[in-house]
């Protein structure tokens, strides 16, 4: 079965910098889109950043856009986010989700990111 494991998150002070990963399994990973999503406490889902199949295509949101950087290494079925300058408002749960048609069909359970002075 489709399985997606985030990990990397953590408390970090505000202008700091975290890498997330999110080690992907039981598809065919290089032919699917990936982005990250996170949802703040009492918050819905955030749609962050997303990665085209073959990592030649990227878009961020704009609330991120200029500090994070999605990336991935097909051959080794990861996905990643790069944080920097990261800011309170950032502290999040990061899920890493598999596009679907027109939908995310997968996702994984999330980690944690804090960041506080």
């Known amino acids: 079965e489709v399985q997606l494991v985030e990990s990397g998150g953590g408390l970090v002070q505000p202008g700091g910098s975290l890498r997330l990963s999110c080690a992907a399994s039981?598809?065919?990973?290089?032919?699917?889109?990936m982005s990250w999503v996170r949802q703040a406490p009492g918050k819905g889902p955030e749609w962050v950043s997303a990665?085209?199949?073959?990592?030649?295509?990227?878009n961020n949101a704009d609330s991120v856009k200029g500090r994070f950087t999605i990336s991935r290494d097909n051959a080794k079925n990861t996905l990643y986010l790069i944080m920097n300058s990261l800011k309170p408002e950032d502290t999040a749960v990061y899920y890493c989700?598999?596009?679907?048609?027109?939908?995310?069909?997968?996702w994984g359970q999330g980690t944690q990111v804090t960041v506080s002075s």
């Open positions: 990665i085209n199949s073959g990592g030649g295509i990227t």
């Open positions: 989700a598999k596009w679907g048609t027109w939908c995310f069909d997968a």
């Open positions: 039981g598809f065919t990973f290089s032919s699917y889109g």
